[in-house]
């Protein structure tokens, strides 16, 4: 067990856990914010991803041991983002959730998407949130929707 | 007087000899050497190909638009591809998941600055095989290609560059076993790397 | 009365009809409806005279602030229930709909599925169920809100209208829904009431967002594995490696070392055992299972292997099986001459589910009563099933309904082994909470799979290109036997196997089907669409071969060859046609259009896609679909059900989109070696097209799946000349 300060959405958190445990089971089971969600465990669905130090990183395996200082931000508290907003407004309003499940994280994906490709192309769309699965497989509406928030963003 | 005249002069004699010496037997030596070892550099070389293209090297060095993993080199999971910078794109980079050390728990390699190599150090064709012996040699000596590195270079970046360090401490996969090794040691490819460098670098012919 | 509003408040014989109500401890109106329907629709005799008490649970509730809150009496996993339901309440009742708040209902007897007499969702059920039934509900909750208002002011119901949460009434007079709850829940329940005519409707046919959409995209919303309660533990377990393994010894050392363990023992599973872990997270619990050293006994347990079973079913479709259909002449194929004969072999795959959220399910056994929460698409049965293991009548388990994140089926288990392992854990740990979770490699290799399918297939040509006879052997497990449902197979057939076949709309001469049921040791079940998943894909296929052969356009061929009854086939062929002929028109080099059109669950469903190949595999660039599912109740629905079904349709033709085993174990871990579609597979747009209808309404949830995986390898088919009869498509 190891004692760790964490800064998550702005807020010293501070926990006691094994140091290999997972970013994504601290968030959910030490801290109590089940947002960020488990789908595989191993990074190939994008279902844990959250912002560390500005970079979207699959939480489901980075261990607690490797976050350091560097700030979270999670799907509780990307709202407060204006580009976050702006995807959370889209996703609502082009109807874009079936099951919901995977879209914390292709919000976060599509979030980290925005703030660095402020107007992307179908093609920068593709690739960015090409390792994000659904399973209900939303994905026309992904697309209309994060066009959509680049527009509200302009 | 005469005595120490002759003396100097002796010793003067001496030194320049000696010099000339060494300078005849250095050339002829080099010569010497270069022809024997040119042979050594070329089998050097051969190993240090041997481990460019063992997985834990060759996966990173792609000509292709993805990275690969694994021992049987398929494709990177996660639909994970290169990016303008080698780095991924934005939402999807490299260091979404690799961090600056392994993640044994995880199953995720990681190392200081996780990122393919360059297209201009690619070792595979676009058909994701490897180039040949001579093909990657070539690729390695380009110094048009290979941010400038001149023989010391390549052996400074084999000694101490942190992702070639990390061939060799390569951490756990997933199912909690350890990724295979390189076929030399560290030491070993060192070695190798010098006897090819002190060589000058030689690359067998062919294509 | 006109016509249809006549039919749609008489009940037929031999149902009762119970509406009970009731002032809610709170405030306010609570209204339960609860319709006895027999369980098939042979069933009649005399009503059950048994006495039923009702529980408090209600179906619409509302509360003097003025909220509605709906129950929704079936699992939400996506396809969007908990508006469509509350929708149509909402318009009976001319409810606000700003002010509706849905629920998803516990297991309870008022909540079952009118057809079927047991609470699930399942075959595209939802909406054709239960349409009339929450139609009369939010009918009947007005009736006594108006009848309440009107005897306020002493005027007929007659003179009062309603609108959005209020009763309005002559002398512009007018009071809300809320200051009315408590005084109706009073009044008498009307026998029978006028449904609105579809002119009236305001919410039913309209595009309607969905309610949960903003919980959803906040991270707010809490499914099943995100539960949290005081005290809980969590549990996993180590399944044994071939399907019925028994543990022959356990060396838990090193699991027990990991802090934050608490419990390692053996336990019965619903075939074998296995070993559960119980900690006080998850993360320890998983760390344990992994250092257990478990030794299995594998003695007289069967160990499957996916390639020696295609063999062997296309050695035994070769021979006829059991009778599905025998129409025309059985030996009509026999005299075929060879050049005018098609012989095809198919192969299909064993599928996992692999829905978002991995299974699991939390229960608190108190000795004499349970608490359980899981997102489940069968509550009864897994009530049922929870209750056994405890000891306990089904009515002490309080079974609540968790928002599920997917199904397509995997939720919905007749033997109900994942409650059942979570409750007999919850036994053990009387007092105490447990959350049993399934990691994704539990679910990977975990079984209850799309079955492994062979189709052989011989297609007589006639003269005129059209089928002159077409005898069709199907070989793969059955999913109903040995479950609650046997006795719906007939004559040893399963119609899971061979609907769509069996029952298509296509006029085939001298049509024989026949097939075989091996029993295999793998646990399978209906995977989104069922059988259509591989019939459709045969049919739509073979339909486009000939259609090639014969010179003839695809849609016309389709078009020429079914039958005049198929209305709804033809109708989405038809609109198809219309809204694709442009596109279809100019399509860019290297471009090719596939045809489909697949009618299951009652659905007509017809596409077009523009595929090209890029990086060896099929890019979809495009598909334009069109459907006919009677009366659209949210058109906003169907066509997120469209667009994402039909890319959840692919899934079938993904490289890696397979569960394979070899000498009984699966070969597959986690989304490494299944890989289903991500963002590049899909299609890049699609546009959906409803065929106005007021005809009753048919569900959207499977009949995207069967149509697209053919649609795109017909498109292949012409770009390569190849015809693609096995799947996963590896190669192009």
Redesign the interface.
Known sequence: ?ATYQLNVNGQRKEVT??P???LL?VL???L????????????????C?VHVAG????S????IS?IGERPVV???AI?EDPIGRAV?NA???K??????????GQ?M??V??L???PKPT?T????????????????????EAIKSAAEQSK | MPRIRATNFLISLLVLALGAWMIVSSTLGQARRSAATRAQGLAGWEQVYQVLTHPRCINCHTATSYPQQGDDRHRHISNVIRGPEGKGVPGLNCASCHQETNADSTGVPGGHNWHLAPLSMKWQDLNDRPLSSAAVCRAVTDRSKNHNLDGPGLLKHHEEEALVLWAWNPGRRPDGTMRTLPPLTHQEFVAATRRWVEAGTPCPTGR | MSASTKKATELNPGRRNFLRVSAAAAGGLLVSLWLDFPVTAQEGGPPNPTQRTYPPDAFVHIRPDGKIVIQVNRLEFGQGVQTALPMILADELDADWSQVVAELAPADDVYKDPMFGIQMVGGSGSIAHSFQQYRELGAKTRAMLVATAAGRWKVTPDQCRTELSVVYGPGGKSTRYSELARDAARKDVPASVRLKDPSQFRLVGKRVRRLDSGAKCNGSLKFGLDLDLPGMKVAVVAHPPVFGARVKSVDDKAAREVEGVREVFEIPLAKGTGVAIVADKFWPAKQARDRLKIEWDFSGVERADSSQLREQYKQTARKAGMSAVARGEAKAIDSVNARNLIVAEYEFPYLPHAPMEPLNTTIRFEGDKAEAWAGSQFQTFDQMAIAEVLGLKPDKVTFHTEMAGGGFGRRAVTDSHVQREAAVIAKRLRGTPVKLVWTREDDIRGGYYRPLHVHRVEVGIGADGMPSAWRHVIVGQSLLAGTPFAMMMKDGVDNSSVEGVSDTHYNLPNFNVSVHHPTVNVPVLWWRSVGHTHTGYVMETLIDELAARGKMDPIAYRRKLLKPEAKKLHSALELLDTRSAAWRRSLPRGHAVGIACHESFGTGVACAVDVSIKDKRPRIHRATVAVDCGLAVNPLSIESQFQAGMAFGLSQLMAHGAVTLKDGIVEQRNFDGYVPPYIGDAPVVVDVHIVPSTEAPTGCGEPPVPVISPAVVNALSKLTGKRYRTLPLVTV
Request: glycine share 10%; with cysteine.
């Open positions: 067990m856990v094994d290999s445990t997972p089971w959910r089971e030490d109590k914010m089940t947002g960020t969600k488990y789908g595989c465990g191993v990074s190939a669905c994008g279902a991803t970079v979207a990183t699959r489901c395996v980075v261990p490797l999670t799907i509780e709202g959370q996703w609502v309003e109807d874009v959730v079936q099951c919901g499940y995977c879209q914390s919000i994906s599509a980290a998407l703030k660095h490709t179908d920068n769309i593709e690739e960015s949130m090409g390792g994000n699965l659904c399973r209900c497989a939303t994905y026309v509406r992904i697309r």
